[in-house]
């Protein structure tokens, strides 16, 4: 299976601290995309990142990818308390249909 | 563009009883995809449309469950009859160019089978 899984399961910082995810997967894949849901809410779309690609930057969001290791990183920069939700990364192989690890729960304190 | 609109928000029945689930996607996008979220088992894909057409509905659990997509602009799916293990939340979300920029989801419907 190429879905992800995301390390750690769950992550409590204080705001202004930065937050790191992690996200492994088996097998190759066209793109990777990250994901945050809030309590109750749908996903929103983050980021999305090609096998071709090394790093991506979208305002405090950072994404690396090494597709020799199979595994991807989303860094929040300056996390503030609305940053607090579930972060999910997601793999698209050949299909193109996106395969979801089960989630990083992130928590900032204010 | 109100973005992918799912209805209804949750959604309350009987065991045994039929569940009709509405998806509107993006206009203009030709992917549509159908998942269910539990904690046990985190996000599930349960089938896919490209162009109205079913392509993978592998993840159906059951014959109790059915998708349809009579065109661009709806989809459905039932749950006949529903039964307690079906509570969880649905989700659908659409796509364009091979999900190229993404996917977008709706707000889910939440069902519990009581």
């Known amino acids: 299976s190429q879905q992800g899984e995301e390390d750690p399961q769950a992550l409590s910082i204080q705001e202004g601290e930065n937050a790191t995810m992690n996200c492994s997967y088996k097998?190759?894949?066209?793109?990777l995309q990250w994901y945050r849901q809030n309590s109750g809410r749908g996903l929103v779309h983050l980021i999305l990142?090609?096998?071709?690609?090394r790093e991506k930057h979208s305002g405090r969001l950072r994404v690396t990818l090494d597709t020799s290791k199979k595994s991807s990183s989303l860094l929040i920069t300056a996390s503030r308390a609305a940053d607090t939700a579930s972060y999910f990364c997601?793999?698209?192989?050949?299909?193109?249909?996106?395969?979801f690890g089960r989630g990083t729960s992130l928590i900032v304190h204010p | 563009d109100a973005g992918v609109i799912q209805s209804p928000r949750h959604e309350v029945t009987e065991m045994g009883q039929e569940v009709t689930l509405r998806c509107k996607p993006i206009?203009?996008?030709?992917?549509l995809f159908w998942y269910r979220q539990t904690m046990m088992r985190g996000l599930e894909l349960l089938i896919y449309?490209?162009?109205?057409?079913?392509?993978?509905d592998s993840g159906m659990p059951e014959d109790r469950f059915s998708a349809k997509m009579p065109n661009a602009s709806f989809s459905t799916l039932k749950i006949q009859p529903s039964e307690p293990r079906d509570s969880a939340v649905y989700f659908c979300a659409s796509s364009t160019g091979q999900g190229a920029f993404g996917y977008t989801f709706g707000s889910g419907t939440r069902l519990t089978v009581v």
């Open positions: 449309f490209n162009n109205n057409v079913p392509i993978d």
């Open positions: 097998t190759s894949i066209n793109n």
């Open positions: 997601a793999t698209s192989g050949g299909s193109y249909i996106p395969t």
């Open positions: 990142i090609r096998s071709n690609e």
């Open positions: 206009s203009g996008h030709n992917s």
